[in-house]
């Protein structure tokens, strides 16, 4: 039987295939898709006529001081996401790498303005499900895990 880690109601997560490190995201069972905070989402013709999603992430907003790094991607989906007010939204969804308990995890993320957020980063059931338990009473647990060199 596969083991599950606990995870708390937040944590702080990497997200190596951005270049993002220590970012705080709110853990959320009752979302199914995960999301990340992101600006100026659009889409533009390669030179080959290859469309392409382009995106910025704001290091502001997702703290540790670092500037807005702007990506582009041919691998992205439109998908309808129901939205945390009950509405279906079309949002562009990516496929990265998330690092948590020093594991690393493919997962997928809609690209949203989360800036009215406390929380740049929503984990949902996706990612969650058969890999981790939420306590609610609990925060950080993978951060600490990380800082005590596990």
Do not use: W
Not at 44 to 73: H, N, P
Not at 75 to 91: A, M, W
Not at 106 to 126: A, C, Q, V, W, Y
């Amino acid at each position: 039987m596969k083991t599950k880690k606990t995870i708390g109601r937040i944590d702080k997560l990497d997200l190596p295939e951005l270049g993002l490190e220590k970012v705080q995201a709110k853990i959320d069972t009752g979302a199914y898709t995960s999301a990340i905070h992101c600006s100026k989402i659009h889409i533009e013709k390669a030179k080959d006529g290859t469309d392409l999603l382009v995106y910025t992430i704001s290091g502001k907003r997702l703290g540790q001081g670092m500037k807005a790094k702007k990506f582009k991607t041919a691998d992205f989906k439109l998908k309808r996401i129901k939205s945390s007010n009950g509405q279906v939204q079309e949002r562009y969804v990516v496929k990265t790498k998330i690092k948590i308990f020093n594991k690393i995890y493919n997962t997928e993320f809609s690209l949203s303005d989360r800036s009215h957020m406390k929380n740049p980063i929503l984990l949902g059931r996706k990612l969650l499900s058969g890999r981790f338990v939420v306590d609610v009473t609990e925060e950080n647990l993978s951060y600490q895990y990380h800082q005590n060199g596990r």
